[in-house]
T-cell receptor
């Protein structure tokens, strides 16, 4: 099993739709989780951290399920500008190295 | 948020030459910097981790003599691709973190093309 797995997509959704991505991780001791957004040919940018209790930032909601070892990202009311690749990132215990998923591509159409 | 810069943003070089990429944290002291490489349609792959004032730790499969990393100050790390070959063409991204945070802030990346 890969350390961090994501459905590569693409997820094609119309504007205004709600879309959700999952990301599974193999190391049960992983301690920190993030969602990054990467636009085509650009560097990843932090979208949000994922807390055990779940967290929301505007239209974005992130959740962590430790029992099933996955994190999720929910995007409500999708905008055209949300089109990007969303990378799941997991930090293993003891050090700061991030492990990236391959990303899920989202395409929001008019 | 914290700002990390990289220079150059793009570089084209001939096979066999060496290329140096700089990564700077502009508004915080980066105790640790990371170098990643991303091939088209692939995820970021960590190449090495460098802590200020000490030798970099390379990931398995990354040649330390080919990818020289220097982290001489708390705001600057450099990656030198020595004797570059076409297969080294890639998007190289650095990130930085301070001792007080887990979040890594990424530079804008350097696109290297080796002819």
């Amino acid at each position: 099993r890969k350390e961090v797995e994501q459905d590569p997509g693409p997820f094609n959704v119309p504007e205004g739709a709600t879309v959700a991505f999952n990301c599974t991780y193999s190391n049960s001791a992983s301690q920190s989780f993030f969602w990054y957004r990467q636009d085509c040919r650009k560097e990843p940018k932090l979208l949000m951290s994922v807390y055990s209790s779940g967290n929301e930032d505007g239209r974005f909601t992130a959740q962590l399920n430790r029992a099933s070892q996955y994190i999720s990202l929910l995007i409500r009311d999708s905008k055209l500008s949300d089109s990007a690749t969303y990378l799941c990132v997991v930090i293993a215990p003891g050090y700061s190295t991030l492990t990236f998923g391959k990303g899920t591509m989202l395409l929001v159409s008019p | 948020g914290a700002v990390v810069s990289q220079h150059p943003s793009r570089v084209i070089c001939k096979s066999g030459t060496s290329v140096k990429i700089e990564c700077r944290s502009l508004d915080f002291q980066a105790t640790t910097m990371f170098w990643y490489r991303q091939f088209p349609k692939q995820s970021l792959m960590l190449m090495a981790t460098s802590n200020e004032g000490s030798k970099a730790t390379y990931e398995q499969g990354v040649e330390k003599d080919k990818f020289l990393i220097n982290h001489a100050s708390l705001t600057l790390s450099t990656l030198t691709v020595t004797s570059a070959h076409p297969e080294d063409s890639s998007f190289y991204i650095c990130s930085a973190t301070s001792s007080a945070q887990e979040t890594q802030y990424f530079g804008p990346g350097t696109r290297l093309l080796v002819l």
